[in-house]
């Protein structure tokens, strides 16, 4: 069964740090390519980042580019976030996804976790 569970979210004040994790079943993983999306109250969800199977190749929006590191262990099946100098308009609920090229696009995305809401107050 192919599956993605986020976890790692919760409150930060502005300027802190979080680290968000995906844990992915092994089918899933296989898949590739990891990303991460986001989607504030209101908005459409957007694209964060996405990493490729060995980690060498990664993408980031403009947005966090320069705050947050997308990493993987293969070996736990895993895929992390970590989040730094967050800022209010991070606020968001945060989804891992599983795909089979790097894209911004979330319908190359088959496969998703039910998401983790981070909430940075200001």
């Known amino acids: 069964q192919v599956q993605l569970v986020e976890s790692g979210g919760g409150l930060v004040q502005a300027g802190g740090s979080l680290r968000l994790s995906c844990a992915a079943s092994?089918?899933?993983?296989?898949?590739?390519?990891m990303g991460w999306f986001r989607q504030a109250p209101g908005k459409e969800r957007e694209f964060v980042t996405a990493?490729?199977?060995?980690?060498?190749?990664?993408s980031y929006a403009d947005s966090v580019k320069g705050r947050f590191t997308i990493s993987r262990d293969n070996a736990k099946n895993t895929v992390y976030l970590q989040m730094n100098s967050l800022k209010p308009e991070d606020t968001a609920v945060y989804y891992c996804?599983?795909?089979?090229?790097?894209?911004?696009?979330?319908?190359?995305?088959?496969?998703w976790g039910q998401g983790t809401q981070v909430t940075v107050s200001s």
């Open positions: 996804a599983a795909g089979l090229v790097i894209s911004s696009a979330d319908y190359n995305y088959p496969y």
């Open positions: 990493i490729n199977w060995s980690g060498r190749s990664t």
């Open positions: 092994q089918r899933t993983f296989n898949s590739n390519i």
